[in-house]
């Protein structure tokens, strides 16, 4: 697909349409089969991880990343991929994105561009 079939289409509440297939829907959040945060109140243990070691290259320490942010390829390798992301009640990602782990945050991002399109900040501890 070429990315300048990308459109936002007007007048559909604001949603992005076959133009954009790999356009990410956050309305994920309004699913309660993906409600991390009430899961994780009581699953405490599936949430905490071992430490975060940054990638060998990566001297920029924790920034807080937001959407529309390009990460550095170093962060997104797939080292850093989380496997099962339902494990810990985030939606499957489809086309180009991955869910990452960056410090103690999900970051969703599109592996092709490095552009961020969903961030969960301290969902693990």
Do not use: H, K
């Not at 349409?17 to 089969?33: H, I, N, S, T, V």
């Not at 945060?37 to 071992?50: D, E, I, T, V």
């Not at 942010?69 to 494990?87: E, G, K, M, N, T």
């Amino acid at each position: 697909m070429d990315r300048r079939d990308w459109s936002w289409r007007s007048g559909t509440a604001g949603s992005w349409g076959r133009q954009a297939q790999r356009g990410w829907d956050r309305g994920w959040r309004q699913d309660r089969r993906y409600d991390w945060s009430g899961y994780r109140n009581s699953n405490r243990a599936a949430y905490r991880l071992p430490r975060y070691y940054a990638p060998y290259g990566w001297n920029g320490g924790y920034r807080r990343f937001g959407v529309g942010a390009r990460l550095s390829s170093v962060l997104f390798a797939q080292s850093y991929w989380i496997d099962d992301p339902f494990a810990y009640r985030l939606p499957e990602p489809y086309g180009p994105y991955r869910w990452v782990r960056y410090y103690n945050d999900a970051i969703l991002v599109d592996i092709d561009t490095g552009e961020i399109v969903d961030v969960i900040n301290d969902l693990f501890w």
